[in-house]
C-alpha cells in the first residue's frame, strides 16, 4: 500500500509536469507541443511504473541495435540506456517512498569475481577503450540479474515473459520474411539461391539462432508449466497460447537462420527443459523411454535417409567441430572454409594464451592483438574466437578462464536447484531458464553469444528465476 507521503509526491510530481507543459505552450509550436507534452507524461507514468522500462529493455534488446547512440568512441545501445533508466527510475521511486532496501542476490559474490578477475587483464590491454567495453557487458549482465531479483514479482515476471515472447515472434517472422523473400547479403543465399538464412535484426545468422535460443527453452517451460498446472487464472492461460504461437513460429525461423552451432545447443536446451518440467511427475520415467525412442528413431530415419538432407548434410561434419588440430598446412576450400577458419582463429586464441597464461591479452583485447597471433592467410580477426571459452582464456587467461567457469558453475547450481524446489508454472519457467543456460554453452563453443544486448537478456533471465524463488520463500535463490 503505498504511503501519503509518496502520494502526496506523485501529486508533486504531476503538478510540476502540468506547469512545465502550461509554459511550454507559450513558446512552441503545435506540433513540438504535442511532442513534448507526450514526453512529459512518459516521464510521470515511468515514475510511477519503472517496469515498463524494463519491457522496453527486453524490445530493445533484439531492436536496440538499429538505433545506435554514439558517445564518444564507444558504441551505446537503446539497451545500456534502458537498463541505466530502469535502476534510476526504481531507486528514484524508493527515495520518494523513504524506503530503499537493496538486497544482494546470491549470485552477486560469483559475478563480482569473475569482473575482478577480468579487470585485472586491462593492466595488459592494448587498448583499453575496448576493455571497459568488454567488462561493461558483464556488469550490465549482472545490473540486469539484480533489478528483476530486487524488484519484480509474480505478475510482473508474468507480463516479462509475454513481452519477451512477442519480440522473438517479430523476430521470427522476420527471419521468415527474409528466407523467402531472399532479403540479405548475396553471401547467405541457400539451395541455389532459392530461399536466404534468416538473420533477422542481428546482421548474422549465428547471433540472430542464439537470440531464438535464449527464448525458446523459456516459451516451451512456460506453456508446458501452466498447461501441467491445469488450474490458472485467464491471463495466464493467454501467456501459455502465447509461448505456443511463438514457440512454432521461432523453430522455424532457427531452421531459417540454418546455424549448426544454434540447432545442437536448442535440440540439447528443449530436452532438458521437457525433462525437467516433468521429472518430478508420473510421467517422467515415461518420458526418459519416449525420449530414447524418439533418439533411436531420429538416428534410424538418419540411415534410411527419411530426414531431409538439406538437415542430415548440415550434420555432416560437425564431429569436426569439436576436434582441435593444427590448420596451418591445411588448404581450405568450400568444403572446408568454415571449419579451418574456426580452427586457425582457435590457435590463435591458444596462441594468446600461450603468449600471457595468467591474464592473457586482456579483456576485450582478442580483435586488437589477433594481427601477432594470426596464422598465415587468416588475417581477418572476426572480432572474437568463435569459441567464448578459448576466447576468455586468450583474452583474460588461466584466472580469468577459472573464475569464469566458476560463475557458470554456480549459476547451473541456483538455477537447478530452483528447479528443483519449485512447482507448478514457476517450475516450467524455471526449467526454461535452465535449458537457456544449455544452449547458451553449447552454443558459445561455436560462437560468443554476449554480443547485440544478449547479455541483458540473459540477466534478465537469472534475475526471473531469482524472483519467481523469492515468492515462494523470503530467501532470493
Not at 353 to 371: D, K
Request: glycine share 8%.
Amino acid at each position: 500500500m503505498k504511503s501519503a507521503f509518496f502520494e502526496q509526491r506523485t501529486r508533486l510530481v504531476f503538478a510540476v509536469l502540468g506547469i512545465i507543459v502550461l509554459a511550454a505552450s507559450v513558446f512552441l509550436s503545435l506540433p513540438n507541443l504535442v511532442f513534448v507534452s507526450f514526453s512529459v507524461l512518459l516521464v510521470g507514468a515511468l515514475f510511477l511504473f519503472p517496469e515498463v522500462t524494463v519491457y522496453l529493455l527486453v524490445l530493445a534488446v533484439p531492436f536496440g541495435s538499429l538505433l545506435p547512440l554514439n558517445v564518444g568512441a564507444a558504441n551505446v545501445t537503446a539497451a545500456d540506456g534502458l537498463l541505466i533508466l530502469a535502476w534510476a527510475l526504481y531507486l528514484a521511486r524508493g527515495v520518494a517512498r523513504r524506503r530503499v532496501e537493496l538486497k544482494f542476490p546470491p549470485l552477486t559474490l560469483p559475478f563480482v569475481i569473475f569482473i575482478l578477475a577480468a579487470a585485472v587483464s586491462i593492466t595488459v590491454a592494448r587498448s583499453f577503450t575496448d576493455s571497459i567495453a568488454e567488462l561493461a557487458k558483464w556488469i550490465e549482465m549482472f545490473a540486469a540479474y539484480w533489478l528483476i531479483a530486487q524488484f519484480f514479482d509474480e505478475t510482473k515476471i508474468e507480463r516479462l515473459l509475454a513481452v519477451m515472447f512477442c519480440a522473438g515472434l517479430a523476430e521470427a517472422l522476420f527471419g521468415a520474411y527474409q528466407y523467402y523473400f531472399r532479403v540479405g547479403p548475396e553471401g547467405f543465399l541457400l539451395f541455389g539461391g532459392a530461399n536466404l538464412r534468416a538473420y533477422g535484426t542481428f546482421e548474422q545468422p549465428n547471433p540472430y539462432a542464439g537470440y531464438l535460443g535464449l527464448i525458446l527453452p523459456l516459451a516451451l517451460g512456460t506453456g508446458l508449466g501452466i498447461v501441467l498446472q491445469r488450474v490458472n487464472p485467464w491471463r495466464r492461460w493467454l501467456l501459455a497460447l502465447l509461448a505456443g504461437g511463438s514457440f512454432v513460429a521461432m523453430i522455424a525461423a532457427l531452421f531459417f537462420s540454418y546455424s549448426r552451432g544454434a540447432w545442437i545447443g536448442v535440440a540439447a536446451a528443449l530436452g532438458t527443459t521437457l525433462l525437467l518440467v516433468l521429472v518430478r511427475s508420473k510421467r517422467a520415467a515415461t518420458l526418459a523411454i519416449v525420449c530414447g525412442l524418439v533418439a533411436l528413431i531420429v538416428i534410424g530415419l538418419g540411415e534410411i535417409n527419411l530426414i531431409p538432407n538439406i538437415i542430415t548434410e548440415r550434420f555432416a561434419t560437425v564431429g569436426d567441430y569439436f576436434n582441435f588440430e593444427d590448420v596451418r598446412g591445411v588448404r581450405a576450400n568450400d568444403e572446408n572454409f568454415a571449419l579451418v577458419e574456426r580452427r586457425a582463429h582457435w590457435q590463435a586464441a591458444v596462441s594468446m594464451f600461450e603468449s600471457s597464461p595468467w591474464i592473457g591479452v586482456g579483456f576485450g583485447n582478442y580483435a586488437v592483438a589477433y594481427p601477432n597471433f594470426a596464422l598465415p592467410k587468416w588475417d581477418d580477426p572476426l572480432g572474437h574466437a568463435h569459441n567464448y571459452y578459448l576466447n576468455v582464456l586468450a583474452e583474460a587467461g588461466a584466472l580469468g578462464l577459472v573464475t569464469y567457469l566458476i560463475l557458470w558453475g554456480a549459476i547451473f547450481w541456483v538455477v537447478g536447484r530452483a528447479t528443483i524446489v519449485s512447482q507448478h508454472w514457476r517450475q516450467g519457467v524455471i526449467a526454461g531458464a535452465f535449458g537457456v543456460l544449455v544452449t547458451l554453452s553449447i552454443h558459445n563453443f561455436f560462437d560468443n553469444l554476449f554480443v547485440h544486448a544478449m547479455y541483458i537478456q540473459v540477466g534478465l533471465t537469472l534475475g526471473m528465476v531469482a524472483a519467481l524463488r523469492a515468492d515462494v520463500s523470503e530467501e532470493l535463490v
